[in-house]
């Protein structure tokens, strides 16, 4: 199985990055075989979507799918996606909405996804809510129900080999480590979805 995981800050040395790192530790860890791609927003960002994706003939289009055709193929080959995204003034961060708008159903069509947000303090509430509810209509992925909310962030998650520095920093890991079970069982249960080869993008290609 092949996990995708989005670090979708665009900081240098964001905490988003190391929550990535500690996800793709545990996939390794506990799902013997799979394998895992990141994504990070900071290193290798997408200019702002434009319509000229939709033109092959465009100096956009040209441009911008040297970037985006890579992440495309691990798009296209994972099983299972994991969004990071720190709250930023009460929103997703700009990149993550941007890269919901380059990808397409061919990509994400009944994929499950976990969402994870992260927070300095006790904030991160917002992109949870504002992901579920602007980013499937086109892409067609699935959020599963469970999601992880990262308070404190540089607090947690330092050390991925150490035992657990406190309460909170344990809260967090089992809560990481089980909804990555979740996400895993549901991938496995979504491929025999897409195998049933019902997706019909002549007529239904955006969603309601």
């Not at 996939?27 to 033109?55: C, F, Q, V």
């Not at 003939?57 to 193929?73: C, L, M, Y």
């Not at 089992?174 to 979805?193: D, G, N, P, T």
Request: proline share 4%; aromatic share 10%; charged share 20%.
């Amino acid at each position: 199985m092949h996990f995708f995981i989005l670090a979708g800050s665009h900081r240098e040395q964001a905490q988003s990055t190391k929550v990535a790192a500690y996800v793709q530790a545990q996939i390794e860890r506990d799902y013997t075989g799979s394998t895992t791609y990141i994504h990070k927003l900071a290193e290798t960002p997408l200019p702002l979507w434009n319509d000229g994706m939709w033109n092959a003939e465009s100096e956009f289009h040209k441009d911008t799918s040297q970037i985006w055709n890579p992440i495309a193929k691990e798009l296209d080959k994972a099983d299972a996606l994991v969004v990071i995204s720190p709250e930023w003034s009460g929103m997703a961060t700009p990149g993550v909405k941007n890269f919901f708008l380059y990808a397409n159903p061919t990509l994400l069509w009944n994929k499950p996804w976990l969402l994870i947000s992260v927070s300095s303090g006790r904030g991160g509430r917002y992109p949870i809510a504002e992901l579920r509810m602007s980013s499937t209509k086109n892409t067609q992925l699935c959020y599963i129900p469970q999601h992880v909310i990262v308070d404190n962030v540089e607090k947690v998650l330092e050390d991925h080999a150490a035992e657990a520095q406190d309460k909170a920093d344990s809260y967090i890991r089992k809560r990481i480590i089980y909804s990555l079970s979740m996400l895993h069982a549901y991938a496995e249960w979504l491929q025999q979805v897409r195998a049933a080869n019902i997706m019909d993008l002549e007529h239904y290609a955006n969603g309601m």
